[in-house]
């Protein structure tokens, strides 16, 4: 691991170059090779709010045992000095876990192999060097298990008004609100579930649910008796009580004893019977911003917690693909990004445009319509001829089996205490590093899943799914086949007002990620021609 704060030398990494040449003979000393270099160049290790790519790349894959993408083992880490690797203890913990998970817990700081793996309670090795100390950590496991103890394992039925899908209270009954499935509404959560789970949009489902109607021709009303909208739809649909499943305090409650997801005491759907489950249910959240939804979901309020920063839709479908083509005021190429923007005062008749907005340049503009238009088919035509026929797949996420023997590790440990085999002091921090192992690869398995569906959003491909793809899934299928679209000035001479000309866009393909997607049975076709 290489990493400097500040390059001098405007990015050209002389500095990380010089730490990896160092660590590369230093591990000769210790009968290890390096076979993979992780730096994180021009990025400080001091602050929280800073995310640290090649940091967290590394933990992962030191986890796991091997580098993701080439699969070569990784045994530990080695570093010029541990400044270099971390500052933070959350940053020495995430690394002293993947350490032990990975077994072989080799961390060699200079030419000295030091030991970050054992723990005898008192203190860390290195942690209080590099300017933190073990109250800082003792913080962070009373933390967690402040955290675990409000995690409430329950399975009665959640109070609360009736749920779609289920029945209403009954005293004379005795049934309980939201205990029992309603057989006239159940099969239509059902269908909106599956509808989401085959990649259909929520405008899409709303539209199909508010048109629906029963035997008797009535339509199908939410649970209040009104119009579905598109959040009520979410709502049902994220909503883990249809698999069996509770959120509490932002986690899903799972069993004490097995570590697997708690099931509730109502009737909710038979995976046999109704072909959705648990992992359905995984697969649809992983798309979803759970922060709009209710209480009970986790916000996702920084781009670290979501594996990424956030990034902004927007309401014009190229916006973030069109490039300004004018030579600007520094004799350059301008290539700002143009922005859309809505159409007002004496040229409003026209419509929303695009436009150049940078200081340094007098701009381009292009009516939003004729572009979005003319693009738009054009990029329909490019989809249809690649990845016509393709089909979705779904790699499986490495870190599975390892999951699973770490929540059957911590089921031991419990069932050993219970049964007397052991005392509660001796396992207590063992169990406190399971228990954060354990969040840490299931939060890995979340991200896993949102990049899969970002990786196959163009797998499938019909100009059907097309229409049911809202503007930001059309947008990210945009950016995975399209690098930019440059927008050249109107020639001198032709007004402003001439008829919309094509040929002053220049569009760009990206060319290695259509090869990737690429149907392995299609044979190699030539680009489209565009102008």
């Known amino acids: 691991m290489a990493r400097i704060s500040a390059d001098r030398l405007k ?57 993701e993408e080439t699969g070569i083992p990784l045994k530990g880490c080695i570093t010029v000095e541990r400044e270099r690797v971390y500052r933070l203890p959350r940053d020495f913990i995430a690394l002293q876990d993947a350490l032990v998970l990975n077994g072989a817990g080799v961390f060699i700081e200079d030419k000295t192999p030091l030991n970050l793996v054992d723990d005898d309670g008192t203190i ?23 955290n675990a103890k409000d995690r409430a394992e329950e399975g009665g039925v959640p109070g609360g008004p009736r749920r779609f899908g289920w029945l209403g209270s009954d005293k004379r009954q005795g049934r309980l609100g939201n205990e029992k499935r309603n057989p006239a509404e159940w099969p239509y959560l059902i269908q909106m579930i599956k509808k989401r789970a085959e990649g259909r949009s929520w405008r899409h489902i709303t539209g199909w649910i508010n048109r629906e109607k029963d035997e008797a021709g009535n339509p199908i009303l939410t649970a209040r008796g009104g ?8 709502a049902s649909v994220a909503n883990p009580a249809w698999w069996g499943g509770r959120v509490l305090d932002g986690e899903v409650v799972k069993d004490s004893d097995t570590g697997e997801p708690k099931l509730g005491k109502w009737e909710y759907a038979d995976s046999e019977v109704d072909q959705v489950d648990y992992e359905t249910w995984k697969q649809i959240m992983a798309g979803v911003k759970a922060n709009r939804l209710h209480r009970g ?27 300004c083509g ?43 319509a004729s572009v979005d238009k003319y693009l738009e088919e054009l990029v329909l035509a490019y989809l249809d001829k690649r990845f016509s026929g393709t089909r979705p797949r779904i ?11 770490l929540i059957s590790q911590r089921k031991k440990i419990k069932d050993s205490v219970a049964n007397g085999e052991a005392d509660w002091d001796d396992v207590h921090d063992m169990l406190t590093r399971l228990n954060r192992n354990i969040k840490t690869l299931e939060a890995e398995e979340q991200e896993h899943l949102r990049a899969e569906s970002k990786r196959n ?58 090869a990737s997607l690429r149907n392995p049975d299609q044979e190699s076709q030539p680009e489209p021609d565009v102008a």
């Open 11 to 67: 990015g050209d990494g002389i500095g990380v170059g010089r730490q990896h040449k160092n660590n590369a003979r230093n591990a000769s000393l210790h009968n290890c090779a390096v076979v993979v270099h992780y730096e994180d160049n021009n990025i400080t290790a001091a602050k929280r709010e800073v995310i640290r790519p090649a940091f967290l790349q590394m933990v992962k894959d030191i986890t796991h045992g091997h580098e």
């Open 124 to 146: 860390i090795a290195g942690l209080v060097t590099s300017g933190t100390g073990e109250a800082e950590v003792r913080k962070v496991r009373s933390r967690t298990r402040r």
């Open 395 to 405: 790699t499986q996420w490495r870190g599975k089996g390892k999951l699973a023997e």
């Open 227 to 234: 119009k579905w909208s598109e959040q009520g739809v979410k």
């Open 297 to 323: 979901m986790v916000k996702c309020q920084t781009g670290e917690e979501v594996g990424g920063e956030a990034t902004r839709v927007g309401k014009y479908l190229f916006s973030g693909s069109l490039r």
């Open 457 to 514: 959003i163009l797998r499938g491909w019909s100009r059907g799914k097309w229409e049911q793809m809202e503007l930001g899934e059309k947008k990210e299928a945009i950016s995975q086949v399209l690098t930019s679209v440059v927008v050249l000035p109107v020639p001198a001479g032709r007004s402003d007002k001439a008829p919309f000309d094509p040929t002053l866009l220049k569009v760009s393909w990206r060319k290695d990620k259509q």
């Open 326 to 368: 004018r030579i600007n005021d520094l004799d350059e190429v301008c290539y700002s990004k143009l922005n859309g923007n809505k159409g007002g005062g004496k040229n409003a008749k026209y419509g929303d445009y695009y436009r150049c907005g940078d200081a340094n340049c007098k701009g381009v503009g292009r009516r939003v």
